[in-house]
């Protein structure tokens, strides 16, 4: 990442530096090395630096992976992470690898050097190690981070690969009929031009369209470019994105599915950070941020309400955050004390039915989608021969 930092040396008065660092901790400690007293820091994003951010991310479950196999081994915890640095072979994540074991070294806890790496590192992953710091288990605390994150990939992968046919056909069908609308109408519009024939009143429509685009296709390909580029920009935004879940949400059978899916995941970092020590108020509060905000409100009043002395399960009910299967079986976790085990049953049975409803979806959406895009393509065909037909049938 790359920083902008003002500051002040000697006699050359403010003076703005632009480094290259992994943290702002880190460019705070090089400016400062360099004899600067720092007067503001701000990140500098750009395209270039975004495409490079999202190439070398760091693998974190890969580390977990690593980490754990090599503490089995019998290494201590620096020992594992000079190992894992000196195999690396990407800098930037080397680099960080490099200052977590210069923290190590300074006496700091494992949780402790990870916390200085936020954009790296969540905050439910440092708070794993840390109740794992407590309790001596941090072999445990990576095998359960390792699992909670390869069922959360999984559960994704599902949907991401359920949608890929549906928007495949999606574009093949508008290329198609932007080649039609783009080329095809205004070629057959110049063949009906001057022939006084009496057109259908959707030929007619269709062909005006064609000539209207032969005659400004300038014009109509720029505002088409411009409103692809707003649409494009008004994504980016995170207002925007909000307010297009909000309306999602509104969609009574997609609305609940989505319900369903955030609660899958809400119950299942919740039933990771429970294993790991972590208070229920607590792990409410780390989980919340995960969650949609009509959610993330609710939970905090279930939170409110734990600490008042409800039940786990009557908190959750009471604030909507259950279905009657989830009810029971948080229920079966306070007479028994497994509350983690149960959120993460929980979690999968959510997951079973998110994946049953995206295969029936699936299979019922992709010929709905193939049968409507070929109605519209074979619709555009007909309306441009209608007019030949009807010169064939006056011939005869």
């Not at 977990?64 to 990407?90: N, T, V």
Request: with cysteine.
């Amino acid at each position: 990442m790359r920083f902008e930092v003002k500051g002040l040396r000697n006699k050359e008065g403010v003076t703005a530096l632009y480094l290259e660092a992994t943290s702002e901790n880190d460019a705070l400690l090089q400016a400062r090395g360099q004899g600067y007293a720092i007067l503001s820091i701000r990140q500098k994003e750009s395209f270039s630096g975004w495409l490079l951010k999202r190439r070398t991310r760091f693998p974190l479950v890969l580390f977990s992976q690593e980490l754990l196999s090599l503490l089995d081994a019998g290494l201590s915890l620096i020992e594992a992470m000079e190992a894992l640095s000196e195999k690396e072979q990407r800098g930037e994540t080397q680099k960080i690898l490099e200052q977590i074991i210069a923290h190590l070294y300074e006496g700091q806890s494992l949780s402790a050097a990870l916390g200085q790496f936020p954009a790296v590192f969540p905050a439910l992953y440092v708070a794993t190690v840390r109740a794992s710091e407590r309790t001596g288990d941090l072999g445990q605390a990576l095998t359960r981070y390792v699992a909670y994150q390869t069922q959360l990939d999984a559960v994704r992968k599902k949907i991401v690969g359920a949608s890929i046919y549906p928007v495949l056909l999606m574009v093949v069908g508008g290329l198609v009929l932007l080649f039609l609308m783009g080329y095809v109408v205004p070629k057959f519009s110049k063949i009906y031009e001057g022939t006084g024939t009496n057109l259908p009143w959707l030929s007619s429509l269709l062909l005006s369209w064609g000539s209207l685009l032969d005659e400004n296709g300038a014009g109509v390909a720029l505002g088409l470019s411009a409103l692809a580029a707003g649409t494009g920009y008004g994504l980016s935004r995170s207002s925007a994105r909000r307010w297009l879940a909000a309306k999602l949400w509104q969609i009574p059978a997609l609305g609940e599915r989505m319900r369903l899916y955030q609660l899958a995941r809400c119950y299942r970092t919740m039933g990771m950070l429970l294993h790991g020590g972590i208070p229920i108020v607590t792990a409410m509060e780390m989980v919340a941020g995960l969650l949609q905000p009509a959610l993330r409100g609710k939970l905090g009043l279930a939170g409110k309400g734990i600490r008042e002395g409800l039940p786990i399960s009557r908190a959750m009910e009471a604030n909507g955050l259950t279905t009657p299967v989830a009810l029971r079986m948080l229920r079966v976790g306070e007479r028994t004390g497994k509350m983690g085990e149960m959120m993460e049953r929980i979690a999968g049975f959510y997951d079973e039915e998110m994946a049953r409803w995206v295969e029936w979806f699936t299979r019922l959406f992709e010929p709905i989608l193939m049968a409507l895009i070929g109605l519209v393509i074979g619709g555009i065909v007909i309306l441009m021969y209608m007019p030949i037909f009807d010169l064939a049938g006056s011939i005869q």
